[in-house]
């Protein structure tokens, strides 16, 4: 007799998957942004995810501040961390030759994962920390499904929305599009390639800050936990194409949802490489894919 597979379990990995995918997605389309206009590989992008999810389980235990709050707090202060961190160290390397500016800002992106790293570790620990929430539950069958989770879809849909909404309506927006596309055409119509690459870099920066608080509220984070991060990243944008919202949206979804069956038909060990070998396999199946995407 073949053996039929429970559709009650297939279903809660699905949902499990979605909400993993729904994250990721939103963490790498913050990279991809910046990659997209800047030019930039930020390599402390899943750090920096780090640093504020870890910000922000230590204001929800210490002043027991609600997650609107933290969300208002972090999400402008990631804004300035990440236009400070342009203007200080990345903007200088603007002037040099494409390839040096290229090496330049690998160097950069490494140095600072290890350091904001290591700073983490020693002002706030080392140990792995999460937002523990208490939360309604709601049975479909034998599908559990909790508030938080719903809660988390809402707040990565909204995220979505509005990011897209405003790369389409909003001035800054067709300037980051403009620089995308052509920085010289785009510097002619008046847009401001330097700013334009900084405003990029702090709203990559904002929108991994609201990726971070979401994710330490189902997943314990560590300051080292970001550079696993920034490869999954890296992995959807190269399956989705750089600065495309749809695309990184279903590639994000495949990615949470292919890790969420891994990890319980095979092995959870094997659930973080699996980025790995779905973007290798992809690439080898269809050499043309990183290739023929286009920003949006």
């Not at 972090?74 to 990345?90: I, N």
């Not at 160097?107 to 920390?129: K, P, S």
């Not at 309506?169 to 390639?193: E, F, P, Y």
């Not at 920034?230 to 292919?258: D, H, R």
Request: hydrophobic share 60%; proline share 4%.
């Amino acid at each position: 007799m073949a053996y039929l597979p429970d559709f009650g379990i297939l279903a809660q990995l699905l949902i499990n998957g979605i909400l993993l995918g729904g994250l990721y997605a939103l963490i790498a389309f913050g990279l991809s942004v910046i990659y997209g206009v800047a030019g930039i590989l930020n390599f402390a992008h899943g750090t920096i995810l780090a640093m504020i999810s870890i910000a922000a389980a230590i204001l929800f235990e210490s002043l027991r501040l609600p997650l609107a709050v933290i969300l208002l707090v972090l999400t402008p202060a990631g804004f300035v961390f990440g236009w400070v961190f342009h203007k200080v160290l990345l903007s200088p390397l603007q002037a040099r030759e494409p390839h040096q500016r290229t090496i330049g800002t690998v160097l950069v992106t490494v140095g600072a994962l290890i350091i904001i790293g290591d700073v983490t570790a020693v002002l706030a620990g080392a140990e792995q920390r999460v937002i523990r929430l208490s939360s309604t539950f709601f049975e479909i069958g034998s599908v559990i499904v909790s508030g938080t989770q719903i809660g988390i879809l809402v707040a990565v849909s909204v995220s979505m929305i509005a990011l897209h909404l405003f790369l389409v309506m909003s001035w800054t927006g067709s300037s980051m599009r403009a620089v995308a596309q052509n920085r010289i055409g785009a510097a002619l119509c008046g847009a401001d390639a330097s700013n334009t690459s900084a405003m990029t870099f702090a709203i990559g920066a904002s929108i991994v800050a609201i990726a971070g608080v979401l994710y330490v509220i189902s997943y314990p984070v560590n300051p080292y936990s970001g550079f696993p991060l920034t490869v999954k990243a890296f992995s959807i944008i190269l399956l989705g194409g750089v600065g495309n919202l749809p695309g990184t949206l279903i590639a994000g979804l495949f990615l949470g949802v292919a890790e969420a069956f891994v990890a319980f038909y095979w092995a959870p060990q094997w659930a973080p490489a699996i980025s790995i070998i779905i973007v290798l396999g992809g690439l080898l199946l269809f050499p043309g894919l990183a290739r023929t995407r286009r920003a949006a």
